[in-house]
């Protein structure tokens, strides 16, 4: 019982220490949050209803099913040891300064639904503040400009115009997606191995949301080519596609039925999980692209996998209608400026502060030395 004591002494006090250290972290989600808040009230778009659509979402991703994963991913690599070494893996993979890093990078999260909420409203609000979407016909037509005078959706038709790879397509894109961004970011956040990049991923991270989300979308709103028609009163140009993509409108993963509710909540303007219609720049190319640039600085095999995925996302993004194509090379532009300029600025001010507190001679807590070689 005194160990026990002792071990949740040491978490809570570890927890505390790392929670203080992600200070800059809650400021910066405080400080965007109030600026979207101010904003938004400013010109009398403001919706509170947001924030507790995603609440509950993220509390069961990031409170329960991401920590229950990692959990389990813990254990059963400690069940694999030889039983001489299986004692020092259960210490290393539950040890107090394991669990602080888990339960702090869980705070920060939940900290982050003001984030998400305050991004989901201010996408709300942009087609009010531009007065619709003015920017869909130029973006097309520098589409077909740059793919040889032919829509780049054709091109992709050509030889992928089939169920099945529709099917496959809107799984990925709508499914596993979610799954490697949201779940990278959770490894990030609570990881020990991942602490040398953590406060500069994550930053890169709401920079990306901001910049890509809020800032170019609002100067350059456009729809996409989903709702091209609606919005430009041309319903013949993209009609074939969206008659293809009809055809799986009843599948669990449809990008039309998808489109169909997005765009019922923007013509009754109301709030919902994921509203609002923007289509450049493409945060779904921009968040991939953030990861296979932090992926690429660990393995150059794994980044050229990484960024091949990337190359998928754009094209799964113009065969679901989702975006232009000129949506994802942007996007990867933006990315590539914000992950360089947050690069150079941890080189010059940001440290790491999360890190275990160490000194010469014996640690005060073994466990924490041992957890930094810990999953």
């Known amino acids: 019982m005194t160990g026990f004591l002792r071990w949740c002494r040491n978490t809570m006090s570890e927890t505390a220490r790392m929670v203080r250290a992600d200070a800059a972290l809650y400021l910066f989600v405080l400080a965007y949050t109030v600026a979207g808040l101010f904003l938004l009230q400013l010109t009398g778009t403001e919706d509170s209803v947001t924030y507790w659509v995603y609440v509950r979402r993220w509390a069961i991703i990031f409170i329960l099913f991401f920590p229950m994963v990692a959990i389990i991913i813990d254990a059963a690599r400690v069940a694999h040891r030889l039983n001489a070494r299986r004692g020092l893996a259960m210490r290393r993979a539950f040890s107090p300064a394991r669990m602080a890093t888990l339960a702090s990078g869980v705070a920060l999260l939940m900290v982050m639904v003001l984030f998400q909420g305050t991004f989901t409203s201010l996408k709300n609000a942009m087609t009010y503040w531009r007065d619709g979407f003015q920017y869909d016909r130029i973006q097309a037509d520098i589409d077909r400009l740059l793919h040889f005078g032919v829509d780049p959706w054709r091109l992709l038709y050509s030889f992928g ?147 091949a995925y990337v190359a998928f996302i754009i094209a799964s993004s113009v065969y679901l209608a989702w975006h232009y194509a000129i949506d994802g090379y942007v996007s990867i532009a933006i990315v590539a400026v914000i992950y360089v300029l947050v690069k150079r600025y941890a080189r010059t001010g940001m440290a790491d502060r999360r890190r275990p507190i160490s000194a010469p001679g014996p640690s005060a807590h073994p466990e924490t030395e041992a957890a930094a070689t810990a999953s």
Do not use: K
């Open 161 to 307: 115009e089939h169920d099945v790879i529709r099917t496959m397509v809107e799984w990925n894109y709508n499914v596993l997606w979610f799954v490697l961004c949201f779940g990278l970011l959770f490894f990030v956040a609570t990881s020990p191995r991942a602490a040398a990049i953590r406060g500069r991923y994550i930053t890169c991270f709401m920079l990306t949301w901001i910049v890509c989300g809020n800032v170019f979308a609002t100067l350059f709103l456009s729809a996409g080519p989903a709702f091209y028609g609606e919005v430009t009163g041309d319903a013949t140009r993209f009609a074939e596609q969206l008659a293809f993509l009809a055809r799986g409108a009843d599948s669990p993963n449809s990008a039309v039925a998808y489109q169909a509710y997005l765009w019922s909540l923007h013509e009754a303007g109301a709030t919902s999980f994921g509203s609002g219609i923007s289509a450049f720049p493409s945060v779904h190319v921009a968040l991939v692209a953030m990861n296979a640039f932090f992926i690429a600085e660990y393995s150059r095999r794994l980044g050229i996998a990484a960024f």
